[in-house]
Each structure stands twice: as C-alpha cells, then as structure tokens.
C-alpha cells in the first residue's frame, strides 16, 4: 500500500486498481474480501489525497464531480449487491484487466497524434449531464465489483470524449473515486455488515500508511508534466496486464470473457475517441 496509495494520489487508477490484483493474485485473497479491503481503503486514502488537492487549489472539474457522483451511488450499491455474487471471481479479475488495457492501447495512440486539449468542459448542456450520470451508473457498477474503476472509467471518458487535459482530469478522478469509495464502503459496513475480520485487520494495518502516501501521490501529480503522468498511467496498466497473463488460470471462460471485455471497452473508448474528433 505504500507504493498503492501513491498510485492512488497521482494517477486516475486508484489503490484498489494496486491493492486487488496483489490480494488476490499474489496474496491468494478472495475477490470478495480484495475488493472490499480496495474499498475501505480508499476511502481513507483517497480522501486524504482529495483534501490535499482541495487545500493545493488543484484545477478540477467540480460539474462532472457532481454529476457522475450521482450516478456513482446506485451504480456501486449495483454492483455490490447484485453483480457481484453472479460473476465467477476469475471473470471478474480478467474483464478489469481488459477494460484498463483497452484504454491503454487508446490512450497510447492519442498521445502520438496532436489533438487539443481543454482544461474545462466548455459547453455544459443537459446531454452532458444525462451522459455524466450513465458514466457514474456504469463506473459504480465497476468498483462495485473490483473495488476500483470509477476513477479510470471516468478518466477515459474525460480525456476521449471531452478532450479534458490529463492533469485536470487525473484530480477530477481521484475526487470521484473517493467518494464513490466511500459510498461503497458504507454499504458494506452499515447495509451488508461485511466487513469483518481478516479484511478490518487488514485495513487498520494499512490507514497509517495511505492517509501519507495517497496526499504525497497527489502533490507529485501537481509537480509532474503531463507526459509523465499519461507514460506512468500506461506503464502501470502494462503491469496489470502481464500480472493477469501470468497468475490468471487462462481457462476458456476466463479467455472468452477476456477477449469480450476487449473488443466491448476498445469499441466504447473508439467510438468516444471518434465522436470527440467529430464534435471539435
């Protein structure tokens, strides 16, 4: 958590995007138990980094904070209560992984052309706000499973489809995902009473250690040029995807359900790719 709460500070991947795959990868964690440790201590961590991003007057975008947080709420209470107990642990471990590693390929590709980039969202209209709550819904759903991922759905949404800057979209995310992780964490703790020994044990071991490390993460993002912050993005995600190749049983559902999440996430973040290209 020491190198996962800096993570979770600086880039839009979030500590849990560090904290589920070592758990249950290499600790042999279940998911369950992974992704409910990713969500406790997110919220702590990610707060504090929301805080110090707050306190710096980082820029963020505060309407699409607004509006996908609303989205966010249903989206994780979702995930958690009814898709989590459908998906095979397993699916769920390798669709993550296909989803970050689409973004990445898009992600590489945009950085090797010229295109503009915005530090606000300019025009703010109600298909905009419609599109910000699908995004929270679908976000939601995510960590609602993993424990992490609004941060970096909502990341790619606003860097392809809005043409948002990375340095103010990486805060914007870390912002988001704090608040979607404590929502999370509340319906855990207060609605599904789950969490429990060893996951609490767990947590309280690694507060001390996030609520320095996601704010020092943070304070670094600011320091960064934005290149850095895109080539650190794209480094940790080729992490993930050679981690899941090697520790993942490639079984033919777990295949399957890999290439489908590829195909489905690179069509999504293309189309927004394209449909920013058409708009400017």
Known sequence: MVFGSMVAGATSMGGGAVAFPAL???????????????????????????????????????KLIRWVSLGGIPGIFMGTAFLAPLLPPEVIKISFTMMVSSFALILIHLNLTKTERKLTIEHWGKREKILSLVVGLMGGMISGLVGSGMDVFAYSVMVLLFGLCEKVSTPTSVILMAINAITGFLIHNFILGDFVTPVSNYWLAAVPVVVVGAPTGAILCSLMKRQMVVWILISLIGIELLTSLLLIPLTTSVVSAGLFALILFTSFYYLMYRTKLRRA
């Open 24 to 62: 249950t990868k290499w600790l042999h964690v279940s998911p369950p138990d992974a992704k409910l440790f990713s969500l406790a201590i997110q919220s702590i961590g990610m707060s504090a980094a929301s805080f110090t991003i707050v306190a710096m007057k980082t820029p963020v975008e505060w």
